[in-house]
């Protein structure tokens, strides 16, 4: 049951930074926010290297300042108004506006160099670098890359094809509780009072996402010391495991000061479930959801698989329309693969974990972005930095650090940015 968005016609300023307005799945401008996000996820295949992908983000600022938006948009001069809608993403909602469409864009979701950056950056272990690079040296299909023995492959890459129809078949709500509460139930055996909580995507209230985020943690501090390597234990031993990957916990109290402060340091681990089938109702992950609101570029597009890259892949080069849904092919195995993302936060630096594993991923950057423009404090994964009191600020709930930084509570589901 989607619930109505509210629509309202009063004239509005935007704030200017994300983390000042609410950002809903749902809202009244999906037509040119497909578009822009197309351009933004095809900045982000053209970049290069570490560069900063400006580009991308401006293209998403701008999708962003119309999600928030509290009605339709229906002419270019609200457009104009709007923070962060530069002169390339005004041009494209002008197109939209006049025609339906946006020529642009169409081009660039039909053409040869997006689709098959979206197919290689779907298998695990790929990024846009090497995306690019096989691209370049004309590999066309996930065929091409497995039938190359020259390519050295890495662990994650291997498993990434070898589990490419089940990690690009997007993990359902449903699933993403099994797997917490499989997680949940081997935690509190080892350590009772800990709590293992799903972030990400799902605590935003997508009802579809690409991984399952779980973050776990105990009221106690320090007792969570060991617990990851336990639970991974036991997880081995039941042989549900089918990747793992582990950090240790990196955290630096002092590198807040330092420009590495983005960055997170919890222990953690990157891993591939192996979710056995008969704990899914039948049919629930071959069965499509209804698309999403009709966009401008679906509008004629001979290629409808290519543009939500996340939920759908481009079945064709995938290896086959059929194999996707044949039950067959799948049969040989029982489970299927689910990427899960394991993260142990210690009790002081909980809340500032939640915010930032709950996302979105632009919502974090733009209250970082925030917290060192307007308030000179240094926001982190683990911490709060007030750089003008020299002190660190605590907080035992999201709400404090909203708090300290003198913003509006945001639920969840309207950091969706
Ligand atoms: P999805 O899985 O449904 O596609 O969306 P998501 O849940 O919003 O994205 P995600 O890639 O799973 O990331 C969840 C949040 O975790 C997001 O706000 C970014 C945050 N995050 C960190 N550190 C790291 C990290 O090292 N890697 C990744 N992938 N995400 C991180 O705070
Ligand atoms: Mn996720
Ligand atoms: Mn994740």
Request: proline fraction near 4%; hydrophobic fraction near 35%.
């Amino acid at each position: 049951a989607q619930a109505a968005v509210p629509v309202s016609t009063e004239k509005m300023t935007l704030p200017k930074h994300e983390c000042q307005r609410i950002t809903r799945l749902k809202h009244h401008n999906h037509r040119f926010t497909t578009a822009l996000e197309v351009l933004e996820e095809h900045a982000g295949y053209l970049q290069v290297g570490q560069k900063t992908d400006s580009r991308a983000r401006a293209f998403r600022r701008a999708a962003c300042s119309l999600k928030a938006l509290p009605h339709p948009l229906t002419n270019v001069e609200e457009a104009r108004t709007l923070p962060h809608v530069g002169t390339h993403s005004l041009s494209v909602i002008q197109d939209i506006l006049e025609d339906g469409y946006s020529q642009e864009v169409q081009d660039i979701s039909d053409g040869d160099f997006y689709g098959t950056m979206q197919l290689f950056t779907g298998i695990f272990g790929v990024g846009s670098a090497t995306a690019r690079k096989w691209y370049e040296r004309g590999f066309r299909t996930l065929d091409d890359i497995r039938n190359d023995s020259t390519l050295s492959l890495k662990k994650d890459q291997t498993i990434g094809l070898e589990l490419y129809q089940d990690l690009n078949t997007p993990v359902t709500l449903a699933e993403a509780d099994i797997i917490q509460e499989m997680v949940r139930a081997e935690v509190q055996k080892l350590l009772p009072g800990a709590t293992v909580v799903l972030t990400g995507g799902f605590r935003r209230g997508k009802t579809k996402g690409h991984d399952v985020d779980l973050l776990i943690s105990h009221p106690t501090e320090g007792k969570e010391t060991g617990l990851l390597s336990a639970v991974l234990a036991k997880l081995r031993e039941k042989d549900l495991l089918a990747y793992e990957t582990t950090s240790a916990n990196t955290y630096d109290p002092s590198s807040v000061s330092r420009k590495e402060y983005t960055l997170d340091h919890f222990e953690r681990c990157f891993s591939i479930f192996k979710l056995d089938k008969s704990l899914i109702s039948s049919n629930q992950n071959t069965k499509q959801a209804p698309p999403s609101p009709v966009g401008a570029v679906q509008q004629g597009s001979s290629r409808p698989d290519l543009l939500h890259h996340k939920d759908k892949v481009s079945l064709e080069r995938a290896g086959g329309t059929a194999s996707f849904l044949d039950e067959e092919k799948t049969e040989e195995k029982t489970w299927i693969g689910r990427r899960v993302d394991l993260i142990i936060a210690p009790a002081s630096q909980y809340a500032y974990a939640l915010v930032g594993w709950t996302g979105s991923k632009h919502f974090n950057r733009s209250l970082r972005l925030y917290a060192d423009n307007e308030m000179n404090m240094k926001l982190t994964n683990h911490v709060l930095y007030d750089s003008v009191k020299n002190q660190y600020l605590p907080a035992s709930s999201e709400e404090d650090v909203f708090l300290h930084l003198q913003l509006p509570y945001r639920e969840p589901a309207e950091r969706n940015c």
